[in-house]
């Protein structure tokens, strides 16, 4: 199948064109800023996907089967620094994009976030109202009401959770930014009552194209991890699996009230119905914690601090 992977510079969106690639798929990446260095795609494209005409432009000249969108403003902070910019990737580019794909005939698959919710209740369903406490949160929740309104038939959007992988700067992903700060001599105090459900980024990136190729799958579903976790507990998982000392992280709570927070207290979600429709299998913490690896730049630390000595090994053409 044809693919435009967006976002395919970025942290989800590299996994999926490299998970597209494994399965067989032909893969078009798409970057922003950054090119995507994906060996084995069929073409890389540099652009700006907030300019709707080279957008309709790309869509009308590739005709894809299939459009994985992992490109957005994904943070709290930058969104609400720029909340046009947020609305513009965050919105309008998944509407345009599910326009196009019905266009095109092609099946989108959109990501979205456990931050639709407020994070008051927890274990939140697929048919659960979203409730954003952020700009991050309500534009990604118009996002996608606008990609199911402009094709509930063919386009799939995939509520998802922390991402847990390693990146090719070793600087994005959860553990990696933990071990910077810890390498730099910072203790990290993290929340004992905020509770994530952590997704490896390989298994998510599996589970996009899945969806990709079936037909059956569309609508809202959610995909994360098998286990809802304190961000403490994260931490200490994470220390223990890396043999690193437990005082590296404090505890901590989050203080403001879940109603005037911009961080939502309980996003864990209900994987149903998805997970019992999906190949790809949900995968629990522990079977994400083998996947990491000691983040580039941080070995010398590492080695220095437990006396054990990191191997590098070739995987997805990068040295990790
Ligand atoms: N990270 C998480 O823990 C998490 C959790 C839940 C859901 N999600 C969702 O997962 C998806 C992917 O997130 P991520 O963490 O992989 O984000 P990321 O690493 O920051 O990647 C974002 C991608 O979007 C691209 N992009 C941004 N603005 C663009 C523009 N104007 N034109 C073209 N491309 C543009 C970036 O390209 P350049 O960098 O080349 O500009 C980059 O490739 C998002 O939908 C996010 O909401 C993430």
Known sequence: MKMVVTGASGLLGREAALSALRRGHQVVAIGGARDPVIPGVLKSVRMNL??????????????????INCAALPTVDGCERDPEKARLLNTELPK?????????????VHVSTDMVFDGV??????????????????TKAAGEVAVLRA??????????????????????????RLFLAWSNGEKTPLFTDEIRQPVGLSNLADALVEVCERNTLSGVYHWAGGDAL??????????????????????????????????????????????????????TFEEQLSELRVP????????????????????KGLDF
């Open 50 to 67: 907030a300019d709707a005409p080279a957008v309709t432009a790309l869509m009308l000249e590739e005709f894809p089967e299939a459009v």
């Open 96 to 108: 345009q994009l599910a326009e196009l794909a019905f266009h095109v005939g092609a099946k989108l």
């Open 121 to 138: 209740d927890g274990r939140y369903g697929h048919t659960s109202t979203p409730r954003p406490l952020s700009v991050y949160g309500s």
């Open 151 to 176: 094709g509930r038939e063919h386009a799939a959007v995939i509520r998802t959770a922390l991402l847990n992988g390693n990146s090719p700067g070793g600087d994005r992903s959860l553990h990696e």
């Open 230 to 283: 304190s961000r403490h507990e994260i931490g200490a998982r994470i220390l223990r699996h890396f043999a690193l000392d437990p005082s590296l992280i404090t505890p901590a709570q989050s203080g403001a009230p879940a109603s005037r927070s911009l961080r939502p207290r309980d996003l864990s979600l209900s994987l149903v119905p998805l997970a019992g429709k999906m190949k790809t299998p949900v995968q």
């Open 296 to 315: 580039r730049g941080r070995e010398a630390w590492y080695e220095s601090v437990t006396g054990r000595k990191v191997v590098r090994r070739l995987e």
